[in-house]
């Protein structure tokens, strides 16, 4: 197959950046107007690059920066292509992410409100029948996560994308990397070969190469930022603390950041859990989100945080990816990312759409390693976060017994019961090989 086509001399190089406006990149009036009503003044970077081309239709391989206006660059062209030629179940967008599927359709219902389009979420946590419902009302665009949307084409009755005309996939190296591979390679056996494919994504890697090539068709390549950066107005500092106090810190922050609106990163869907009861038992009004919830409850945590009223927002991985919440002041990265390019992703939430930010990043003695990966990916050395450690420390006494109430609620709670019955698992495994040695012996 071809290899992609260079960036092309599209009509966008010959006005300058002031004067661009949705209409000259050749949106019909009717979607201008909308993104006059969403208040979208002026297209942004990928956006100028994107849809003239997707508009002249070319496949696309697009890399930008999170934030940086993708899902508009591929749902306009989307939308004016559907409105020139109506039709049911027009367009698939593959994301990783529940949250990220559920965002997508709320831009292009946003964008599509003037020419009643129809949406369809496929994702898992939901009801497949209640899915297949809404799939057998024939929506023009359905946004999916891989899983979820195969079980449908092997189970559902009646269902099928042979009259597809538009495949995206957002945040394509992030699906790669949740091991979608044999999804995708079963969504692109059935779907029309005669189709227009936009694949975004935040970096080029080799999986991602891969998929370009058994996926697009002379795709031309649109790259809006170097690889690996951060945005100029994001302010990133580090502090280096022992682990055990790691809490304490943590709260001592959150005290002198209060009225800030904070995402706190962790590890695991159990510390991110202990962390919120320990902050709500020290007064704060703190969420969780990750993938131990349901899927109701994740949707209620963003929508609490997103409406203000909730500043503070616990998270794994589950939100450093595509989620667009514009408030964010403050990004913590209370346990450190073990894959330096999260970083990018995590600090990614805050500081967007030109809005100023900041990012802290909690080292211990255990992640000098990985710290320094980070610093050499981003090719900054990152200043230090100054705390006052007397200050901090008065504050440990409470917070330990904030840890104490957490851990009791932690344990009752299904979450600290799962944790309990795999470590059990683990326990019991470990005894069963020692058993075994023990027979060998005799």
Request: charged residues 25%.
């Amino acid at each position: 197959m071809d290899e992609p086509a260079e960036k092309s001399d599209v009509q966008t190089e010959t006005i300058s950046d002031e004067l661009i406006t949705f209409k000259s990149l050749g949106v019909v009036d009717v979607l201008c107007e909308t993104c006059k009503d969403l208040k979208w003044t002026q297209p942004t970077k990928i956006q100028k690059e994107a849809i003239p081309v997707a508009l002249a239709g070319n496949d696309i391989i697009g890399l930008a920066e999170t934030g940086s206006g993708k899902t508009g660059a591929f749902a306009i062209p989307i939308l004016q292509a559907l409105l020139e030629k109506p039709q049911r179940l027009f367009g698939l967008v593959l994301t990783p992410t529940r949250e990220l599927a559920y965002q997508i359709s709320e831009q292009f219902e946003a964008l599509g409100a003037a020419i009643s389009v129809k949406c369809a979420v496929i994702v898992g946590g939901v009801d497949m029948m209640t899915q297949s419902l809404m799939l057998a009302s024939k929506p023009h665009i359905v946004i999916a996560t891989p899983g979820r949307l195969v079980d449908h084409l092997e189970n559902t009755k009646g269902f099928s994308l042979r009259s597809l005309k538009c495949l995206v996939m957002d945040e394509a190296d992030r699906i790669l990397n949740m091991d979608f591979e044999t999804e995708i390679d079963k969504i692109l056996k059935v779907i029309p070969r005669e189709r227009n494919t936009y694949l975004y994504s935040a970096t080029m890697t080799k999986k991602v190469a891969k998929l370009q090539r058994a996926a697009l068709k002379n795709p031309i390549r649109i790259e809006v930022a170097t690889k690996y950066t951060t945005v100029d107005k994001l302010k990133q500092y580090y502090l280096f603390i022992p682990a055990k106090f790691k809490d304490v810190y943590l709260t001592y922050i959150l005290n002198e950041l209060a009225g800030k609106s904070c995402i706190i990163f962790c590890a695991t869907c159990v510390n991110t859990q202990r962390i919120t009861l320990m902050l709500r038992n020290l007064g704060m009004n703190a969420i969780p989100l990750h993938g131990q919830l349901s899927q109701a409850k994740r949707l209620s945590s963003l929508h609490k945080f997103r409406s203000k009223n909730n500043s503070i927002l616990l998270a794994t991985d589950v939100a450093s990816r595509g989620l667009d919440i514009p408030h964010v002041d403050v990004v913590m990265n209370f346990d450190i990312p073990s894959r330096s390019k999260d970083y990018i992703h995590r600090v990614g939430r805050t500081a967007r759409a030109g809005r100023a930010g900041k990012s802290i990043t909690f080292v211990t003695q255990y992640d000098v390693e990985l710290f320094q990966r980070i610093e050499q990916l981003i090719e900054k050395k990152l200043p230090l976060y100054k705390t006052e450690e007397e200050e901090v420390m008065v504050l440990a006494e409470r917070v330990a017994e904030a840890q104490r109430y957490a851990k009791i609620e932690l344990c009752d709670s299904k979450i600290g019961k799962k944790k309990r019955s795999n470590d059990q698992d683990t326990e019991d495994g470990h005894g069963m090989k020692q058993r075994l040695k023990k027979k060998r012996k005799r």
